[in-house]
Structures are given as C-alpha cells and as structure tokens.
C-alpha cells in the first residue's frame, strides 16, 4: 500500500495560472487518444524536434537546462480525485485487485495531468475544471486553473503551447487579499465546527502571515508576523467578540491587534496580505502550496458524522473557491464581498472506503524516489535552474 505515491494536488508548489476555455473543435480532448497525440507534440517541442515538417519556434530546453538530463518520459493523463487515483495505483502495484476501477471517465475526471519526466528530475502541470460545472459549449472544454511546477525555460514552452494550440487566453492568476484571508477562515471554520474531531491547533500549527507593501515604499517590503499554534485559538475567541468581524474572526482579531501594537491598518489600500502559511497549506497571491488533509478516523465513524474530517471538507472547498476564482465567478473576482458563499461540498457515496484510501495516499506522500531525491539534492546545492520559487519546502 505504501508504493501508492501521493495525490499530485498535495506537496508540491505550483504557480498559478487561469485559462480560457480550450477550443479542440470536434475532437473530444478528456480523450486518450487526443491526450496521447498532444503528448507527443508537446515532447518534440521541447525536444527541439520537427512537427510535421516544420521547424518549431523553440529550439528545446535540454541545452538551455543541461543537468536535468534529457526528457524521458512525456504524458497527458485525466486525472480523477483522490479516490480514482488510489484505486488505479493500487492495481499497478497489486495486479489481483481486478475488482477496483482504474478507467476515468470524461464525466468523471477532475482534469489533466501533464508529467515531464527528465533523467533527474520530473515536473508536472494540472489543468482542473470546476466540480460543480462538467459541462462546456460545443467544440470547447473549461479547464480554467492551471498549476504548473515546472522552471522558467520549461514553463514558457508548455504555456505557449497550452496558448497556440487550444487558442487559449493563459495569464497568471493573482490572488486578492481578501481571498487569501478567505481560505484561512474556510479551515478555521470547518476546525472549528461542533462535529470536527480536529483541533485548530493541531492541524494548522504555527501561522505565518505576510504583509507586503509593493506601492507603498522602497524601504519596507514585505513584513511577516509569525503565530504560534497554541496563540491561535486566542485570536479567533477574540475575533468572534468583535462587532465588525463579518464571519471572519481571525482576520478582524489580527487587524485589531496589528493597529493596535503597531499602529498599522492591515485593510489600508497599500497594505496586501501576500502569503499565509502554516502546516495545511502556503497560499500567496500567485503560488500554492496544498497538504494532504487527515482523514477522518473510519473506527468512529456513523451515518451522522460528515463526509469526511474536518480538514478533507476545507481543502475541498478551498479547491472549489479557487476554481470559481480562476474563472472569474468567484465572490473575490469583484471588489463586491458582500456575496454570500455558496457551500460546495461534495458528497460521498462511499464515506469509510474513501476514508481508508485516502489515509494510504497521505502515508506515502512522504515517501521520495531515491533517483528523483539525488537530483532534488544536486539542484539545489548547485543552483543550476535558477527558479527556487519552484523548489518545494
């Protein structure tokens, strides 16, 4: 069970991006058969091959990134949830698990993966689609947040081919304030509820917020304010006290005490909350880094308990407010908060087998490949990409 590898959402660092609807005309895209042949186009790409005769406007990465080695491996895949992903490892690890099932389905998929594999290392991309919206016009499919992990050479070819091949609108997406301080609130508040099993110290831990002052001045750029996770709960106690608080406790409790003991108005125009992080997640306005919730105990679990613990309910409906965002229907996509937010959370038809996949997934994600960990040593000492907004903490 342990060689099942972690779910490629959780662990890793991506940088953030919102597309347009992929035009593909006629030819269905969540398809294998088209997967594959993007796959191979995007692999002579980077290669520096030939398409069809005629020569590509890259001339490859592999002299312009030496110490990565050459590009093995190219794939597309549909990627389904956590629960899809699980079963169809398990059967390449366990080929007698006949019964389990490893086909996603078009309806079924989550979105596409997009893995580069180089002699050294690999890198990936996810193109992921709105779960409460499968459909898309004729001729199209909506696959609107795109994650990349990918270095700067590597990056622009993929993204120019997502670009001329779908005739596709690919900018990066920047987070507001409000929405990153959103996200925080959405795991506070599901921690929080009568029937989580889960501590907010816990499972947050310490709590690190920055403040960046970009237009404001030269001299100070950014600040950061680090919470200890025992301090935590204090803040939020305090925040439900306060009369301007608007169902956002730990934010009103943190402005008050940053004005208060260093008279600094975190809502000011020139003030920016650019990354939060602690031990579930690293949100900043252009980059995420999303952790494998805990799963819910399945021993104790009965028809009247959740879907799932308190920590699997936030990160899903973080995923969805985050989707909402990159197609532009999310309530920060406007500078009008007062929208009511909608709860998304997904039903399982399955609770305690879910559960149990899951806790599989989440132990292997600490496991490394060794091949790939010697590469990750090597990249870093020696500096060779240059992108170390890229490299995972």
Same mark, same amino acid.
């Given at each position: ?8 959402? &959780? ?16 030819? #269905? ?12 186009? +995007? ?42 992903? *699980? ?12 019964? +389990? ?119 100070? !750029? ?26 956002? #406790? ?42 494998? #919730? ?5 021993? *104790? ?17 973080? &995923? ?25 959370? #997904? ?20 496991? !490394? ?25």
């Amino acid at each position: 069970m342990a060689d099942v590898p972690p779910y490629p959402l &959780y662990g890793r660092s991506y940088l953030l991006y919102r597309v347009s609807p992929l035009h593909h005309g006629d030819a #269905p895209l969540l398809n294998d058969r088209t997967l594959t042949t993007h796959a191979k186009r +995007l692999r002579e790409q980077l290669k520096g091959d030939n398409v069809r005769g005629v020569e590509v406007d890259f001339a490859g990465t592999e002299d312009a990134l030496p110490n990565l080695g050459p590009l093995q491996e190219c794939d597309w895949d549909m990627i389904g949830d956590e629960d899809a992903w *699980i079963d169809r490892h398990r059967q390449l690890v366990d080929p007698e698990a006949s019964q +389990l099932t490893t086909v996603v389905s078009a309806e079924q998929a989550r979105g596409i993966e997009v893995t580069l594999d180089y002699e050294k290392q690999s890198y990936n991309a996810l193109l992921l689609r709105d779960p409460t919206l499968t459909s898309s016009p004729g001729g199209f499919t909506s696959l609107p947040l795109l994650l990349v992990k990918m270095p700067l050479a590597i990056r622009d070819i993929f993204v120019n081919y997502i670009r001329t091949s779908f005739d596709a609108h690919v900018v990066p997406l920047r987070l507001s304030s409000a929405f990153v301080t959103s996200s925080l609130e959405t795991f506070f508040r599901h921690l929080s509820a009568s029937t989580s099993t889960q501590s907010v110290e816990d499972v947050i831990r310490q709590l690190q917020v920055q403040l960046s002052f970009h237009n404001a001045t030269t001299l100070l !750029r950014h600040l950061d304010v680090t919470i200890a996770g025992r301090d935590v709960p204090g803040f939020l106690e305090r925040g439900k006290l306060l009369r301007d608080a608007k169902g956002r #406790p730990f934010t009103a409790a943190f402005a008050a005490y940053m004005k208060k003991h260093l008279a600094l108005d975190i809502f000011h125009p020139k003030v920016q909350v650019s990354r939060i992080s602690c031990a579930s997640f690293v949100l900043a306005t252009d980059r995420l880094k999303l952790m494998a #919730p805990d799963v819910a105990d399945v021993s *104790i679990a009965d028809s009247d308990s959740p879907e799932g613990s308190a920590g699997e309910l936030a990160v899903q409906e973080f &995923y969805t407010s985050l989707v909402k965002e990159a197609t532009g229907t999310g309530i920060f996509s406007s500078e009008d908060l007062t929208v009511n937010r909608r709860s998304s959370t #997904p039903s399982s038809e399955s609770v305690s087998a879910s559960r149990r996949k899951r806790a599989v997934s989440n132990v292997a994600a600490g496991s !490394r490949n060794a091949k790939r960990s010697k590469a990750r040593e090597k990249e870093n000492r020696d500096g060779a990409l240059g992108d170390e907004e890229m490299v995972d903490a």
